[in-house]
């Protein structure tokens, strides 16, 4: 008579436990990770999700796994806080069962779920949003029902339009805050007043691109009798019509700022304000806040006044033809502009002195090339050009930072609650690594890693301005800053060098500008502009936060968008030859930077198995002949592949 033999499972390799609490990000193959405050991630396999959701809050019970070399892995035992409300993505129906399911755009975000009863008027290969109505459990995944139809199937523009309404970006205001938007308009009058300083005869323009809107920012720039200059930088008064808790002030919160994608701009407030009664157009009345500075021969503001003001612009100028003035002596225009190009000569002489004091501070500047792409007709991307920063683009970038710096300051010393742009120091570990990478290329960074000054990162790039290995140190610095929010404590911007900073110079696109005016108008009236002044600096905390949070989003958007079409582009260039520059060394393969800004991948496969990638110097080392391809290496490649539908362009090495 035979025994059943009794087997046992083998025990777990567990050397600590622990309770963690943080955001799940969940990968489109099924696993996770939960990402705590402080602390490493824990690893959270498929069947220990518990019915957590992608960027659900949760409590995982965390172990630390000896077999993994100390990598903690985990199961979910508490959903804290659900993050997914709303899932975007195609419609498609199960086939003999009478339900349908949504397939997220996001692929991290799980399926949904929906029956017949609850697809309304959408049919299979359309883009919906769905709300969540019943969350998974057990072995039953979420269910939805459909809200909105955000693109029929076939649309031009789905893609747009499915990745907007993904990141929470809608496309159009509400009949509420349009009538609002017209009511503003209607209800501010133009006119001077007591409390406004009269610019209207000064000699005032605007220098934008040529294809802009909204012009939130004019300047007048003057040589005093004592040799000093007098900047005065003028900001469209958005407060003014965009009153604090209205449906248009939360309609703009909940926004936090424009977004401009390739093909389209969808403001944070209407057009009505964006492009009318608020954008400081040529040769009409226009209310602005203007910060009226004094500066020395030395780049010192010695001094400023803040106040509310009335402008009425000479000119909209364009950056091209400023920098054509004043770079090229183009006398055509010189001829045009005759009136105006005095001061934008004064401006221009300014401008290098702001720059020379601000390089000597130590502010760093990544001279990076930007592009845009070009569109046809049909909306399809023909041609990727390179956009040059100019002499004029540069003078305004220079002019608009003196007067966020001076803004910030003075409310700073006022101890008056504002919104700043804070830019803190990099990271520790982050810093180490770059003084070691610095240090393999000859190059000492002085200082302790915790306390290392933005002017000795700036005397490196001084450095090796116009050498071979400029645009690799150049990148592996720009890995190293942290990620630049908005707080209500003055910590200052690393990467300026400025103890005080602040937006001030774009109320129309982003609400910590029109946070900052309000601040502003609420000192001019004394009080009777904020109607909470003790629940303000609350509210101006949790705002900062949001409008860091929607800032973050658009950003992530616009470079998704942008993406998108740099790969259709590419896929007409397969088997085309470019020359780049590694831009990413990982321990899959590299990423190449083309001389256009796009940037594709090269796989090991296609690299050649020989290759042994060092993540620590940026570099693939073929074992075999020892050739090296490194960090910011020029290289020659081949289109391989293009997939919009999976957003990546595939290079091997020509």
């Known amino acids: 008579m035979s025994r059943k033999r009794k087997i046992k499972k ?29 602390g490493d991630d824990v690893f959270v396999s498929g069947r220990d999700m518990n019915g957590a959701m992608n960027g659900d809050l949760v409590r995982v019970k965390a172990h630390e796994n000896q077999r993994r070399r100390g990598a903690f892995e985990g199961n979910i035992i508490k959903i804290i806080e659900r993050n997914i409300h709303y899932v975007v993505g195609h419609l498609s129906r199960e086939r003999g069962r009478g339900l349908y399911l949504v397939h997220p755009i996001n692929t991290n975000n799980d399926y949904i779920m929906v029956s017949k009863k609850n697809i309304g008027t959408a049919k299979p290969g359309d883009v919906v949003k769905a709300k969540i109505i019943r969350y998974p459990k057990g072995d ?16 031009n523009d789905e893609y747009i339009l499915s990745h907007m309404a993904d990141y929470g970006v809608k496309p159009h205001f509400s009949n509420r805050v349009l009538n609002e938007a017209d009511s503003a308009a209607s209800r501010v009058k133009i006119t001077p007043s007591e409390n406004r300083k009269d610019y209207r005869l000064l000699m005032t323009v605007t220098i934008d691109g040529a294809d802009s809107k909204d012009f939130d920012d004019a300047i007048s720039v ?42 389209r701009v969808i403001p944070m407030i209407p057009e009505r304000l964006s ?28 001094n400023y006044e803040i106040s509310e003001s009335i402008i009425k612009s000479n000119y909209r100028l364009v950056y091209d033809d400023v920098s054509n003035m004043l770079e090229n ?30 390089k000597r501070d130590g502010s760093l500047d990544f001279d990076l090339l930007e592009s845009k792409i070009v569109m046809n007709e049909a909306g399809e991307p023909i041609d990727v050009v390179l956009s040059d920063r100019r002499v004029s683009n540069r003078m305004i970038e220079e002019f608009m930072l003196a007067a966020n710096k001076t803004i910030a300051e003075h409310y700073f010393w006022e101890k008056t609650p504002l919104a700043y ?4 120091k990099p990271d520790v570990l982050k810093m180490m690594e770059l003084k070691n990478f610095l240090s393999n290329l000859g190059f000492a960074l002085n200082g302790k890693s915790d306390s290392i000054k933005t002017k000795e990162l700036s005397n490196i790039l001084c450095m090796i301005d116009g050498k071979p290995e400029e645009a690799l140190v150049s990148r592996v610095m720009i ?5 630049a929010y908005y707080s209500t404590e003055c910590l200052g911007h690393y990467g300026l060098a400025f103890k005080y900073y602040c937006h001030f110079t774009s109320p129309i696109r982003r609400y910590s500008d029109l946070l900052v005016h309000r601040t502003i108008k609420n000192q001019i009236h004394a ?39 740099q790969v259709i582009y590419m896929r007409n260039h397969i088997g085309s030859e470019f020359d780049g520059v590694v831009s990413g060394v990982k321990s899959h393969g590299i990423y190449v930077e083309l001389e256009n800004t796009i940037e594709g991948f090269i796989g090991l496969e296609l690299l050649g198995n020989r290759y042994i990638i060092d993540e620590k110097s940026y570099s693939a080392i073929d074992d075999v002949s020892g050739n090296t391809i490194t960090l910011g290496q020029p290289i020659r490649i081949r289109v391989v592949d293009a997939s919009p539908e999976d957003g990546y362009i595939d290079f091997e090495i020509a």
């Open 329 to 358: 002596h183009d006398k055509e225009l010189i001829k045009k502009y005759s009136d105006v190009f005095p001061m934008l000569t004064d401006a221009c002489e300014l401008y290098h002195i702001l720059s020379r004091r601000r």
């Open 479 to 483: 890995r190293t800053m942290q990620k």
């Open 527 to 565: 009080g009777d502009y904020i109607s909470n002044e003790k629940g303000y600096k609350t509210f101006l905390e949790d705002t900062c936060k949001h409008i860091s949070e929607t800032e973050r989003n658009a950003m992530e958007l616009e470079r998704k968008i942008t993406k998108h079409y």
């Open 222 to 263: 003057s040589k005093l009798e004592n040799g000093n200059y007098g900047l005065l930088v003028h900001i469209a008064d958005v407060a003014e019509y965009v009153r604090e808790g209205c449906a248009l002030d939360k309609e703009a919160l909940n926004r936090g700022n424009s977004v401009y994608l390739q093909d």
């Open 140 to 155: 039953y995944i979420a269910e939805g029902k459909v809200k909105t139809i955000v693109a029929r199937a076939g649309d």
């Open 421 to 424: 742009r804070v830019h803190e």
């Open 10 to 38: 083998p025990k777990r390799n567990y050397k600590k436990t622990m309770i963690v609490e943080g955001k799940l990000m969940k990968n489109k193959r099924g696993f996770g990770f939960v990402c705590p405050d402080s």
């Open 275 to 302: 492009n009318g009664e608020c954008s400081l157009n040529p040769h009409v009345e226009r209310l602005t806040l203007t910060c009226a500075m004094e500066i020395d021969n030395e780049g010192h503001v010695i």
